[in-house]
T-cell receptor, first 112, second 112 residues
């Protein structure tokens, strides 16, 4: 089934640990995004990629890094997790035109 | 920077109409969107309107855009319990990439 998948579904992590959230899409979309969703703050863009090989910083990039080695995959890495990174993380992809974004099911991350 | 604002909560009785409002600041927005998020899931595009339109109707959904006041609304006719969700307003701005700014989301509660 075409779409966008994320892994893991949820994770509890000790502060200071490194963590990579995975995101894969099979729609051949050029653009991909990582958001975090926090109560009362809506969705905030962490990083984005317009096309394979390029990435850019969003609204809240500190403490996160991304890579885009190919069209399908867009992993998000927390080098040294902190409790303020406890959130629900959504990956999304889109194509040009009306830029409808297709969202993955999310990863619920808790940093203790 | 761009800002998109919504009220956080709306409660309506089943069968009534719901109206969810949104204001935005970017006068150069090209597309404005309404996304729906059901519990435990990612966002899904509900409808969108191009900035040169005033109104768009799609079955029970009516989108009204007042570009002068930078005000967007979503009307759901004959609201059903299955419409209970969080609704996000979003706008596609004029950044160097396909930047979509999301509002904080409005939680719609439908009372049977």
């Amino acid at each position: 089934i075409a779409g966008i998948t994320q892994a893991p579904t949820s994770q509890i992590l000790a502060a200071g640990r490194r963590m990579t959230l995975r995101c894969t899409q099979d729609m051949r979309h050029n653009a991909m995004y990582w958001y975090r969703q926090d109560l009362g703050l809506g969705l905030r863009l962490i990083h984005y990629s317009n096309t394979a090989g390029t990435t850019g910083k969003g609204e809240v990039p500190d403490g996160y890094s991304v890579s885009r080695a190919n069209t399908d995959d867009f992993p998000l890495t927390l080098a040294s997790a902190v409790p303020s990174q406890t959130s629900v993380y959504f990956c999304a992809s889109s194509e040009q035109g009306n830029n409808e974004q297709f969202f993955g099911p999310g990863t619920r991350l808790t940093v203790l | 920077g761009e800002d998109v604002e919504q009220s956080l909560f709306l409660s309506v009785r089943e069968g009534d109409s719901s109206v969810i409002n949104c204001t935005y600041t970017d006068s150069s927005s090209t597309y404005l969107y309404w996304y729906k998020q059901e519990p435990g899931a990612g966002l899904q595009l509900l409808t969108y309107i191009f900035s040169n339109m005033d109104m768009k109707q799609d079955q029970r959904l009516t989108v009204l855009l007042n570009k002068k006041d930078k005000h967007l609304s979503l009307r759901i006719a004959d609201t059903q319990t299955g419409d209970s969700a969080i609704y996000f307003c979003a706008e596609l701005g004029s950044g160097g990439y396909q930047k979509v700014t999301f509002g904080t989301g409005t939680k719609l509660q439908v009372i049977p």
